[in-house]
């Protein structure tokens, strides 16, 4: 909001006179529309954005569109002046020269000032074509003129966040939504990407570093709580802290918000024993670090030697009776650098032929690349509350079911 002194064109009835006045305007509302426009829903609730995007209250919600399309904007102000001329013109001028046009709109009086209301117009180009964007903010520089158009004052700007994807977003399902952390994420590592490739590398590079915020910066944890039965996707967003599958839906859902079609990128794997051990069946692997003890059942299970007795899961770890195997600081995970390591089975994505597990941000050539970069041993339940390992991954391989997410 700016008070600016400007010497004007003022109509006072029947002459039209020069006269030097001070006046005051404001936004105090913006709406966005258009073909191609994403409704984005809350992580909270996966409900949908309202239908103001803007205003001078704080309200700030994010608008996005598919690449190639035309941004459609409305506004609404607030005009004080002592003598008010009965109609101005509106223009905005936006980033990368996407600019609103000048409308000429009436000045209606209200309480100690007047209002006005820009009508819904077309930007003066669409967002570049196949390209992905991310605008944080794009900035809507509103000027008026009080000769239609001759000259132009400055007075005042709205700043907001807005998304471009590369085509429109995959259809919605039940825990794929075009939600408000996934175009962030999206946008924001693709920006500038125009092939599916590209925007598949930028994506994963969220993960790498082991740190995935939301939109609000909040950190989004991988088994923050040991015992989280998050599983999925609204889960992960709602919640902070969830399991594996939550976070290769996250990443599978940063490339379907690109409307990036990839088939076959969910991966589901479990260990496939090459023997059975003790009478037992293979069905657990542990991911590093463990520490291994001592062999105190080496006499009864020779291949599987290290025995665990009484073995707990809590919210922050692991307890046992009796262990020759402790788990150590490993593999960190999202927002945790050391989360929970003892599974039988473990989801991942993959793409072009190449395996992401975005849980702890590393990828993979194979499944005997899992094997033998993140694994430090196999397990089997002999009885209730008792595992033995054993260190030898030689021992048993991975098995995977490939479906599309």
């Known amino acids: ?17 020069a006269q030097d006045f001070q006046y005051n ?10 073909t191609g426009s994403i409704s984005i829903k809350h992580d909270s609730l996966a409900t949908a954005y309202s239908t103001a995007h803007w205003r001078n209250t704080g309200l700030r919600e994010p608008a996005g569109w598919s690449s190639g399309s035309t941004m459609n904007a409305t506004a609404n102000f607030e005009f004080f002046c002592a003598k008010a ?16 046009p000048m409308r000429t709109v009436k000045l209606l009086p209200g309480t100690g000032m007047y209002t006005c209301t820009y009508p819904v117009a077309v930007a003066s180009k669409s967002f570049a074509n196949g390209v992905v964007n991310y605008y944080a903010p794009f900035n809507i520089y509103w000027e008026i003129s009080f000769d239609k158009g001759l000259t132009w004052y400055r007075a005042d700007t709205t700043d907001h ?36 490739t590209g925007i598949i590398s930028k994506c994963w590079s969220e993960f790498t570093d082991q740190i995935v915020l939301n939109h609000k910066g909040d950190s989004l944890h991988y088994y923050k709580n040991y015992l989280t039965s998050n599983t999925q996707l609204p889960l992960l967003l709602r919640h902070r802290t969830a399991q594996c599958y ?10 379907k918000i690109q409307g990036v079609n990839k088939t076959s990128n969910y991966v589901f794997i479990t260990p496939r024993a090459v023997a059975s051990p003790c009478g037992g069946t293979i069905n657990r692997f542990l991911v590093k670090n463990w520490s291994f003890i001592k062999k105190s059942d080496s006499s009864s299970c020779p291949s599987f030697p290290y025995k665990n007795v009484g073995t707990t899961l809590t919210s922050t770890g692991y307890t046992h009776t009796s262990a020759d195997v402790t788990d150590q600081t490993g593999i960190p995970g999202s927002c945790n650098s050391n989360p929970s390591s003892f599974f039988n089975n473990h989801q991942i994505c993959k793409f072009d032929g190449v395996y992401y597990d975005a849980c ?20 089997v339940q002999l009885s209730t509350g008792t595992w033995n390992f054993t260190d030898d ?3 048993a391989d991975l098995s995977e079911t490939i479906t599309t997410w």
């Open 1 to 17: 909001m700016k008070a600016l002194v400007f010497l004007c064109l003022c109509c006072l009835a029947i002459n039209v006179s």
């Open 25 to 34: 305007f404001k936004a105090t509302e913006v709406k966005f529309s258009g």
């Open 85 to 100: 001329p009965d109609s101005i013109s509106i223009r905005g001028l936006g980033n990368d020269t996407i600019n609103l």
């Open 161 to 196: 966040k807005i998304y471009v994807t590369k085509s429109a977003p995959m259809i919605e399902t039940t825990n794929f939504k075009h939600f408000h952390t996934v175009l962030e994420l999206s946008c924001k590592n693709a920006k500038g990407q125009t092939t599916d």
């Open 246 to 255: 939550t976070f290769a839906q996250l990443f599978a859902a940063l490339i």
């Open 360 to 379: 702890y941000g590393v990828k993979f050539s194979s499944l005997i690349d899992i094997k033998t970069k993140a694994f430090d041993a196999w397990g």
């Open 393 to 395: 991954l030689s021992r």
